[in-house]
C-alpha cells in the first residue's frame, strides 16, 4: 500500500545525510532522495519546478540561508508552497516552533540522540508520509 | 431892539429848560442813591448775619471735629483744644497748664524743635510724626498736620494742629509689613517656582527666586514674559487646552508634567499645577503656578526603561545564545553517537568483548553529555517570555511524572493526599516535580523504597513536599545541594543541574524550597508556591 517517495532532504551535517539514508537502507524502504547542502542549492533545485519532491525535510540551523529563511521564501512561491515540509532539528526553542508553525510546516521532529530512537523516528515519520495522498509531480 | 429881546427870552427860556432838566437828572440821581444804600444797608446786615453763623458754624466744627484738634501759641502752649485731643492727651485745659514741648517723648526732642522751625517758616508742616507721653504715662506714636494762624496784619500769633493716635494703625501695619517680609522669605527660599499672574497681564505679576534660576529669565523679563510662552511647543497644545479650561472657569485648578524651554534654550522637564485664585465675587483674579524641576527623575526613569529595554533584548539574545550553543553542542554528539553505534554494528564479530564495554562506556558518557546539554538549556529558559498562566491540576502533573520517569519495580511513588489545581506553566510545574522525584527516586538505597508527595495549604502559598526513605542529606550540605553543577550523592547520571533547575522554577513562583532530613533514614524537600 505504501507509496514510494520523492523526498528533498535539505541537511548541511554530512553524518545527519548519512543518518538518514542508513535509515531508508536498513528500513529496506525505496524513496528518493534528494540531497541538498543547504537552502540555496535546495531553492535552485526547486526553482526549475520540474521533478518537485513529495515532501521536504527541513534542517533548522544552517549556514548562510537559515531553514526559517528558506521556509518563508518556499512558502510565498506560488507553487512550492503545497509541499510539506517536516522540520528535523535539534533546537525545541519555543521560538523557533512558533515561527516554522506560523510560516505553514507539515511537521516538527526533534532529532533523538540515540541512532536506534532516530531510526524508529524516521521510519514513522516515512511510513506515516507514504500512506497520504500527495500532489504528484 | 425888538430882535435883541426876542433872542434873550429864547435864551432864557433854554435856560429854564436847562434847569429843570438838571433838577429831574438829581432827583432822579438821588432816588438812585437813596436806593443804593437801602440796598447796602440790607447786605451788610445779612453780611453781619451770615459771619455770626460762621463764627458759630466754626465753634461747632472745633468742637465735633474727631480728629484732635489743638490751638497753642507759638512757644507751644496749648490755648485751646477739643475733647477728643482731652481724650488723647488726657490734659483738661480747665484744670492743667498744657505745653506740646513737655508731652514729647526724650528721643524726639530735636526733631520737634526743628519741625516747629519749619513750621513758622513755611506757615504749615504735614505728617509729622512724633511720640508723646500722655497725662497717665502711655506713649502713644501721633501723627501731626498743623498750620500758623495769621494775624490781620499778616503777623504770626498761634498755630493749630489736627492730631491723629496712629499706634494702633502703625502696629498694625508693622504686623503685615513683618508677614509680608516672612512669606517673602518662605517664596524666595522655596526650592519650587511660583509664579503669580492674571490672565490680561502680558507677563507675570510675580516670580520667585527659584523660578527665575530654574528657566535663567530675571524677574524683570517675567513681567514680559508668560509661562505659556516659554513652554516646549511639543506640550504647548495639552497646556493650552487645560490653561482655557482654567481661564473658561471649568476647572479651578490643573496638573501636568511638561517641558520648559530655558532661556539658553536647554529643556526643563516640570511637575506644574496651577490654581485659580478667586475674589468674594467669584472672578478669578490671579493664577498661582507652581513648577517643580523634576528634569533628573525624567532623565532617570528614561534611563530605566533604555535600561529594562536593553536587558530585555540581552535576556533574548542569551536565550537564543542558549539555544544555539547547546544546538552546535548537540550536533557532533549526534554524530559520534550514530557512528558509534554504527561501528558497533558493523564490526559486531570482529571488535572484543573489552573493545565493545568501551564503546558502551563512551556511548554513555556521550548521553550523559547530552541530558547536560539539555538541562543547563531548561534551566536558562526559565523565566523567559513564552511562560504561560494556565489553570493546572498538580495530580495530574504528578501522575504523569510517574508514568514517564523510570520507577524500579522495589519503589513505590505515591501521593499522600490530594494535590490542589493552581495557576502557573504546566512544562515548569513538570519540571519542579519531575527533578525532585527523580531525585528522591534515585537517592533510595532500601530494599522497599518509598517516594510519597504531600500538599499542605498555607494562607498565601501552596506547600508541597516529597518524601523518601533514601540515604539522607547530611546536614552541611542542605544549602549546597542547589548550588549549580554540584552532586553530593554517588548517583552516575546526576549533572548538578536538578536542583538548581528546581530552585529557580520556586522562585519564579515566589516560593521558597526546605529540607528536612536524616542521614540513613530518608529526606522531605518541602517547596512552595504563591498563590
Known amino acids: 500500500m505504501n507509496k514510494n517517495l520523492k523526498i528533498l532532504l535539505i541537511e548541511d551535517d554530512m553524518i545527519e545525510v548519512m543518518k538518514f539514508n542508513r535509515t531508508v537502507t536498513k528500513l529496506n524502504l525505496s524513496h528518493e532522495i534528494i540531497e541538498a547542502n543547504n537552502g540555496e542549492d535546495a531553492l535552485q533545485f526547486l526553482s526549475k519546478k520540474v521533478g518537485l519532491p513529495d515532501i521536504i525535510l527541513l534542517d533548522l540551523n544552517m549556514p548562510k540561508l537559515n531553514g526559517i529563511e528558506f521556509l518563508n521564501i518556499l512558502k510565498n512561491d506560488e507553487t512550492l508552497k503545497y509541499i510539506p515540509t517536516i522540520i528535523l532539528t535539534t533546537s525545541n526553542n519555543r521560538r523557533d516552533i512558533l515561527e516554522c508553525y506560523k510560516a505553514g510546516i507539515a511537521g516538527y521532529i526533534i532529532k533523538p540522540l540515540k541512532f536506534k530512537d532516530y531510526v524508529d523516528l524516521i521510519g514513522s515519520l516515512l511510513d506515516y508520509w507514504s500512506k497520504n495522498e500527495l500532489i504528484k509531480g | ?531
Not at chain 2, 540515604?471 to 542542605?478: A, S, V
Open chain 2, 1 to 531: 431892539m425888538h430882535n435883541k429881546i426876542e433872542i434873550l427870552e429864547r435864551a432864557l427860556q433854554r435856560q429854564k429848560a436847562a434847569r429843570k432838566e438838571a433838577e429831574k437828572i438829581l432827583e432822579s440821581k438821588s432816588y438812585e442813591l437813596f436806593n443804593v444804600s437801602e440796598e447796602l444797608k440790607k447786605s451788610y446786615k445779612k453780611l453781619e448775619d451770615l459771619l455770626q453763623e460762621k463764627t458759630s458754624e466754626l465753634e461747632g466744627v472745633f468742637l465735633n471735629i474727631i480728629d484732635a484738634y489743638v490751638v497753642m501759641d507759638l512757644q507751644g502752649n496749648v490755648l485751646r483744644m477739643n475733647d477728643s485731643a482731652e481724650d488723647m492727651l488726657g490734659y483738661d485745659l480747665k484744670k492743667d497748664e498744657l505745653n506740646l514741648m513737655s508731652i514729647v517723648h526724650e528721643d524726639y526732642f530735636e526733631y520737634t524743635k526743628q519741625s516747629f522751625k519749619e513750621l513758622y517758616e513755611k506757615g504749615s508742616y504735614t505728617d509729622f510724626q512724633v511720640i508723646i507721653r500722655t497725662k497717665n504715662n502711655t506713649e502713644k506714636l501721633v501723627q501731626v498736620n498743623s498750620s500758623i494762624i495769621y494775624n490781620k496784619e499778616g503777623a504770626p500769633i498761634a498755630a493749630q494742629g489736627i492730631l491723629r493716635d496712629i499706634t494702633l494703625e502703625n502696629s498694625i501695619k508693622e504686623l503685615v509689613e513683618q508677614q509680608k517680609k516672612q512669606l517673602n522669605i518662605v517664596v524666595d527660599h522655596s526650592p519650587i517656582g511660583i509664579a503669580l499672574s492674571n490672565k490680561d497681564d502680558k507677563g507675570l505679576i510675580m516670580a520667585n527666586n527659584a523660578l527665575c534660576k530654574l528657566l535663567g529669565y530675571s524677574m524683570e523679563e517675567f513681567k514680559n514674559i508668560k509661562l505659556q510662552e516659554v513652554t516646549h511647543k511639543e506640550d504647548k497644545e495639552d497646556s493650552n487646552k487645560l490653561r482655557d479650561k482654567l481661564y473658561n472657569n471649568k476647572v479651578d485648578s490643573y496638573f501636568l508634567e511638561k517641558r520648559y524651554l530655558k532661556k539658553d534654550n536647554d529643556i526643563v522637564w516640570a511637575r506644574t499645577s496651577v490654581t485659580a485664585v478667586k475674589d468674594s465675587n467669584n472672578r478669578v483674579k490671579y493664577h498661582v503656578t507652581t513648577i517643580e524641576d523634576i528634569t533628573t527623575q525624567k532623565k532617570l526613569e528614561k534611563q530605566k526603561e533604555e535600561l529594562l529595554n536593553s536587558l530585555e533584548k540581552q535576556n533574548e539574545q542569551l536565550n537564543d545564545y542558549a539555544h544555539i550553543v547547546s544546538h552546535d553542542l548537540k550536533s557532533p554528539l549526534r554524530a559520534i553517537s550514530a557512528l558509534l553505534s554504527w561501528t558497533k554494528e558493523d564490526f559486531e564479530d570482529k571488535l572484543g568483548t573489552e573493545s565493545l564495554f568501551n564503546l558502551n562506556l563512551m556511548e554513555d558518557k556521550v548521553y550523559k553529555m547530552d541530558k547536560l546539554i539539555g538541562d543547563i538549556l531548561s534551566y536558562s529558559s526559565i523565566g523567559q517570555e513564552g511562560d504561560t498562566s494556565d489553570t493546572v491540576n498538580v495530580n495530574n502533573v504528578v501522575k504523569d511524572i510517574i508514568d514517564i520517569i523510570y520507577i524500579p519495580s522495589h519503589i513505590k511513588v505515591i501521593i499522600k493526599n490530594e494535590l490542589p489545581t493552581i495557576v502557573a506553566d504546566a512544562t515548569r510545574l513538570q519540571q519542579l516535580f519531575q527533578n525532585i522525584m527523580s531525585n528522591a527516586i534515585n537517592y533510595i538505597d532500601k530494599e522497599e523504597g518509598l517516594v510519597e508527595v504531600g500538599y499542605k495549604d498555607s494562607k498565601d502559598f501552596y506547600v508541597f513536599s516529597v518524601k523518601d526513605n533514601g540515604c539522607g542529606i547530611p546536614k552541611e550540605n542542605h544549602e549546597k545541594i542547589f548550588k549549580m553543577f554540584k552532586t553530593y550523592g554517588d548517583y552516575e547520571k546526576s549533572t548538578g543541574i536538578g536542583l538548581s533547575i528546581v530552585k529557580k522554577v520556586v522562585e519564579l513562583y515566589e516560593g521558597e524550597i526546605w529540607l528536612e532530613s536524616e542521614e540513613g533514614k530518608g529526606t522531605t524537600f518541602f517547596f512552595s508556591i504563591k498563590k
